[in-house]
């Protein structure tokens, strides 16, 4: 990025001195009128290679390098989303080992209160079930990716 800026600078300050110097020869009629002149014309070229350069240096690595930046912040958005989906899988999964015990405890002591817990047992399962689902699709989703990306 400095390059290409200082580049980019570089090339605007020799056109502004191509400029000057060019005006400069215009004023003087003698030799060192026509030295100003020749100065000027090789610094606009000379400009213009240089501003040419800048932007080839802009085309071939910032676009590239936003891509990528993209990319990465895509990745990591998906890491983040799994990390989330694999947590709230966990905590689920414990919930309903939790309620299992509870519930076979409730049908000794309470049996009038069974049918309710199981209730609330199996949406919590389902639950449990569909979070697992998730997490598994973003996994598999991301082990799907992972090639494309790696082939950038």
């Known amino acids: 990025m400095i ?49 040419a350069e800048a932007h080839n240096l802009l085309m071939s690595f910032e676009e590239p390098l936003k891509d990528y930046l993209c990319a990465v912040q895509s990745i990591k958005a998906t890491i983040e989303e799994r990390a989330t989906a694999f947590r709230r899988h966990c905590e689920l999964s414990e919930k309903v080992k939790l309620k299992e015990i509870n519930l076979e405890k409730l049908m000794q002591i309470r049996p009038g209160k069974y049918a309710e817990a199981e209730a609330e047992f199996r949406e919590l399962k389902a639950e449990s079930e569909e979070a697992a689902r998730r997490f598994e699709t973003i996994v598999r989703l991301m082990n799907e990716e992972m090639p494309c990306f790696k082939s950038r």
Do not use: C, H, R
């Open 3 to 51: 390059l290409l800026f200082t580049s980019t600078e570089l090339g605007q300050s020799l056109a502004d001195f191509a400029k000057a110097v060019k005006l400069l020869g215009a004023f003087d009629e003698n030799s060192l009128g026509k030295a100003f002149s020749e100065v000027g014309a090789e610094s606009e070229a000379s400009s213009v290679k240089l501003l």
